[in-house]
């Protein structure tokens, strides 16, 4: 059935209209359909913050401290770092920038990728991995895909909401062998992921390539619109053209330079992440009607098995019954009405969800 619920929920964490729809304050809805960091954010940090609020009413610095940091930490050159207001900025922007008329997405995928090239008036098309071949790496068609000489390929490693990697060394090649191929590799939800040092920057930084990353994910830290773009300094100048001035605030800033010391604590998080999503995976694999696909993010991807099952049905169930939102990708391209993503939570809220998962009486 389509569900009125569902037509609301475009992205994860939208409580107000949660709340809306279970009729209840939106502190009482237990949100599953983000993917955050299950530990939430590093200690210190709103504390560190308060020092600084008065900074928020300036015009915001050229973020020159926070692009040195990260060039610093990544191995680069600072005027390759563009920040924005998240990765979102740049999904966004890029399009009007770099100007594609044949782009393929690789999917299933983040769905504003095809949203950001619709605005700017361009159809994309696919290459998809699928669920009767496992959801491996469509190799074959992504190589026809390139043989038809795309002129944008956007892709993301790891991908949400799949939680799969494209391989680093093949995608290099890939990258390098299709000079008039413009790669955007979106790695707004590498850190979060088990392999946070297979990121994707090589040096020397090819002329056709554009990485995205993130603080959101990482550090849980959503709201605050920080994220940036790695290009190579040959076309920096046409993209600081472009970009819309004052887009970070000064306190996204001052909160970025706090959150790249924390690398311990996002290592411990990390491996408190892995213990527990083992543990929710045991659990859910044991529930007779639903199956997670195995992924490398803090979340499950999970099928309904049911004949009839409905993630829309889903969502508004357990949002109405229990107050608990969870992402339906029943209108995600590729992926469809069996499929939902929950993102993992502290042990007690997990457990939670599977007893509701467990009590939904499924048509
Ligand atoms: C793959 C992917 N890219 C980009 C974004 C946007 O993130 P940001 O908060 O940095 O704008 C998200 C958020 O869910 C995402 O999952």
Redesign the pocket.
């Known amino acids: 059935m389509p569900s009125k619920a569902l037509a609301l929920f475009e ?2 964490g939208d409580l107000e209209k949660a709340a809306q729809v279970a009729g209840c304050l939106s502190e009482e809805i237990l949100d599953f359909s983000n ?1 955050l960091n299950p530990c939430g954010s590093p200690p210190g940090l709103v504390d560190a913050l308060k020092t600084k609020v008065s900074l928020s009413l300036r015009h915001p610095s050229s973020g020159k401290a926070l692009r040195e940091k990260i060039a610093d930490r990544d191995g680069l050159s600072p005027e390759q770092i563009f920040l924005g207001a ?3 900025e740049f ?1 966004r922007l890029l399009p009007w920038v770099k100007r594609p008329e044949r782009p393929f997405i690789l999917g299933p995928t ?1 769905g ?1 990728y095809e949203k950001s090239l619709w605005l700017f008036g361009v159809e994309p098309r696919w290459i998809m991995a699928r669920e009767d071949e496992g959801w491996v790496f469509p190799q074959e068609s992504w190589e026809k895909a390139l043989q038809e000489e795309p002129d944008w390929l956007i892709l ?1 490693r790891p991908n ?1 909401p799949l939680g799969q990697s494209f391989p680093r060394e093949a995608l290099l090649k890939t990258v390098l062998g299709n000079p008039d191929t413009f790669f955007v590799v ?1 790695e ?2 590498l850190e979060i992921s088990v392999n946070p040092g297979d990121e994707f920057l090589p040096k020397p930084f090819p002329s056709n390539l554009a990485v ?1 990353r ?1 603080f ?1 994910k990482a550090y849980a830290v ?1 709201g605050l ?1 920080l ?1 940036y773009l790695v290009v190579s300094t040959e076309w920096a100048s046409r993209l600081a053209e472009a970009q819309a001035p004052w887009t970070v605030s000064p306190l996204a800033m001052e909160a970025g330079l706090f959150l790249l010391e924390q690398e311990k604590w996002l290592e411990e998080t990390r491996a408190k992440n892995a213990v527990e999503k083992k543990r929710v995976e045991q659990k859910l694999l044991r529930l007779r009607h639903f199956r997670p696909v195995p992924s490398v993010l803090p979340a499950f991807t999970v099928k309904g098995m049911a004949p009839g099952f409905s993630a829309g049905a889903l969502l508004e169930k357990l949002l109405v019954r229990e107050k608990i939102l969870i992402r339906s990708l029943e209108k995600h391209r590729g992926l469809g009405r069996s499929f939902f993503r929950i993102g993992l939570r502290t042990p007690k809220e997990n457990d939670r969800l599977l007893a509701a998962l467990q009590g939904m009486d499924i048509p």
């Open positions: 992205h994860g993917l998240g990765t979102t999904i983040y504003d993301s949400n979106d707004t939800c995205l993130s959101s959503p619109r994220g």
